[in-house]
Nanobody, 121 residues
Framework: QVQLVESGGGLVQAGGSLRLSCAAS????????MGWYRQAPGKQRELVASISTGGNTNYADSVKGRFTISRDNAKKTVSLQMNSLKPEDTAVYYC???????????????WGQGTQVTVSS
C-alpha cells in the first residue's frame, strides 16, 4: 500500500486556525518534494504551499504570511498550519508528494484523498 492520508480539516470561523497533517503509509520509504493543494467549488486545483526535499518552502500569494508548511522526515509527515483563516480559504485540501516505494523505478506523484476545510464568515 502506497498512500498519503490527510487529517485536520473541519469547520472554523473566520480568523481562526487549523492544522492539517499528511501522513505517508509504511510502504513509502522516501519522500521528496511535498505540497498542499486546494480545490474550491467551481475552481481549478491550485498549489497552496510546497516544501522541497532540502526544506525550501514556497507559498501562494493568497496565503503568504498566514500559512506555514513544514515536514517531519522521521515521521514521514507534512503539515500545514493555517492561521487567520478567511472564507475564501474554503476548499478541499489535498496532500501531494513525490515518493519512493518498493518496486518504484523512479519517484511517483502521489495524492491524498483530500480533507474539507470550511471557513464561515
Amino acid at each position: 500500500q502506497v498512500q498519503l492520508v490527510e487529517s485536520g480539516g473541519g469547520l472554523v470561523q473566520a480568523g481562526g486556525s487549523l492544522r492539517l497533517s499528511c501522513a505517508a503509509s509504511r510502504s513509502i520509504f522516501k519522500i521528496n518534494d511535498m505540497g498542499w493543494y486546494r480545490q474550491a467549488p467551481g475552481k481549478q486545483r491550485e498549489l497552496v504551499a510546497s516544501i522541497s526535499t532540502g526544506g525550501n518552502t514556497n507559498y501562494a500569494d493568497s496565503v503568504k504570511g498566514r500559512f506555514t508548511i513544514s515536514r517531519d522526515n522521521a515521521k514521514k509527515t507534512v503539515s500545514l498550519q493555517m492561521n487567520s483563516l478567511k472564507p475564501e480559504d474554503t476548499a478541499v485540501y489535498y496532500c501531494n508528494a513525490y515518493v519512493l516505494a518498493a518496486y518504484y523505478s523512479a519517484p511517483r506523484s502521489t495524492w491524498g484523498q483530500g480533507t474539507q476545510v470550511t471557513v464561515s464568515s
